[in-house]
């Protein structure tokens, strides 16, 4: 019987590759997104993987959400928390708003998720927590004080998490993307994104599956002695 797996932000982008990667390794996905119905719709008519509309910055409907895929579908073994967001700006340019929803969402989202799941798979004696992370939250960015302090937080929430979980068979771990060819980057205007990849020693954007291969390693039953750790995935772009 294959476990179950949910994928926050799923329906799309790295999390869309992520869903597929573990569907065709045998597990039970669950891939939630915020509000784009119409890529959700496209995903799950593609994927047969059915798709949750949930805010993961929202405690109880994170809870609720969980709840109801433990009932359709089964007791969670495997949460990705992928689901982030951007709102760039400088210093001087951002507000409050910009800076709570990126907390809420990226940092915010792994929290809520985790308590939902957390109990179930201490009880069950067996749970694998990834948490997508960014190179920007270990290395800082330009323009993302909110984007880089939420990452870099949520490199922090894993190693502490993965304290409280080693003795119980549950690992938490994350992976620190490096600049990935999906709507976040397409989002980067040009010249700014040529100056990247200018700067990536592999010479290229990363893609959405080359994330997913370091998901199917963390979460494998094998993968038991793995935990507390970042798995850089990001061309050579930012190495220590
Ligand atoms: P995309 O913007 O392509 O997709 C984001 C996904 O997250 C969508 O499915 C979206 O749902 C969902 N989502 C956003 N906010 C919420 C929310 N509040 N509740 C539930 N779901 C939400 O992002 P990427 O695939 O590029 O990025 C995925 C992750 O990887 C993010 O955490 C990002 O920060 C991280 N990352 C990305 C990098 C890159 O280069 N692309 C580099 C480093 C890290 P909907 O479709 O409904 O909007």
């Known amino acids: 019987m294959g476990r179950v797996a949910i994928v926050t932000g799923g329906t799309r982008g790295i999390g869309e590759a992520i869903s597929i990667s573990l569907k ?8 939630v997104y915020a509000g784009r119905e119409d890529r959700a719709r496209a995903f799950s008519e593609k994927t ?3 798709a949750y509309k949930s805010d993961v910055a929202d405690f109880a409907q994170c809870a609720t959400t969980v709840a109801k895929i433990h009932a359709e579908i089964g007791a969670i073994d495997v949460l990705v928390n992928n ?13 409050r708003v910009q800076w709570d929803e ?5 940092l915010g989202g792994c929290f809520n998720m985790c ?37 870099s937080g949520i490199h922090g ?31 980067v205007p040009a010249p700014v ?38 798995l850089s995935i990001n061309g050579g772009q930012h190495m220590y």
Not at 102 to 106: E, I, K, P, R, Y
Not at 209 to 227: K, N, S
């Open 115 to 151: 308590k939902a799941v957390w109990d179930g798979m201490i009880e069950r004696g067996f749970g694998r927590v990834v948490n997508i992370g960014s190179i920007n939250g270990q290395a800082g960015q330009y323009g993302q004080v909110n984007y880089a302090a939420a990452k």
């Open 157 to 187: 929430f894993t190693k502490a998490l993965a304290q409280e979980g080693a003795t119980k068979g549950v690992t938490v771990n994350a992976i620190a993307p490096g600049y990935i060819d999906t709507d976040m980057v397409a989002a």
């Open 24 to 31: 065709n390794a045998g597990f039970k996905v669950a891939a």
């Open 48 to 50: 047969g993987i059915p």
């Open 83 to 95: 689901a982030g967001i951007t709102r760039d700006a400088t210093m001087r340019r951002m507000n």
């Open 102 to 106: 990126v907390l809420d969402a990226n």
């Open 193 to 230: 994104l040529e100056k990247i990849v200018a700067r990536i020693p592999v010479g290229r954007l990363g893609r959405a599956d080359e994330i997913a291969r370091g998901v199917l390693f963390l979460v494998a039953d094998e993968a038991g002695f793995v935990t507390g750790s970042t």
